[in-house]
């Protein structure tokens, strides 16, 4: 079956960085959209990056990144990534790899074929 395994959250002080890593397994992965969600305590899970099946710069962010984070993907080796620097305290939040449907641009949860277990980010000011 599909496994996403998300690894690399951790607790950051703000403006530090952080780098998410998503093993996958169970899918032909250079055949996915592959896109990253989070979701805050209290709070609806949300949008944050999706990146193409290629790779590359086919890639799109939600809009409260302003720069600050970057998606990218090596398909032989069937990972995700989400590098994030210049973290706020408003990013805290478990942090979830998926494999989405759908064009490369802002998607809801509706557009997410298979979610990983997630990992959390705790940054403190």
């Known amino acids: 079956q599909v496994q996403l395994v998300e690894s690399g959250g951790g607790s950051v002080q703000a403006g530090g960085s952080l780098r998410l890593s998503c093993e996958a397994s169970?899918?032909?992965?250079?055949?996915?959209?592959m896109g990253w969600f989070r979701q805050a305590p209290g709070k609806e899970r949300e949008f944050v990056a999706v990146?193409?099946?290629?790779?590359?710069?086919?890639?799109s962010y939600a809009d409260f990144v302003e720069g600050r984070f970057a998606i990218s993907r090596d398909n032989p080796k069937n990972m995700l990534y989400l590098q994030m620097n210049s973290l706020k305290p408003e990013d805290t939040a478990i942090y979830y790899c998926?494999?989405?449907?759908?064009?490369?641009?802002?998607?809801?949860?509706?557009?997410?074929?298979?979610w990983g277990q997630g990992t959390q980010v705790t940054v403190s000011s």
């Open positions: 990146i193409s099946w290629a790779g590359g710069s086919a890639a």
């Open positions: 169970g899918l032909t992965f250079s055949s996915y959209n």
């Open positions: 998926a494999v989405t449907r759908g064009r490369v641009q802002t998607l809801d949860t509706t557009y997410v074929i298979y």
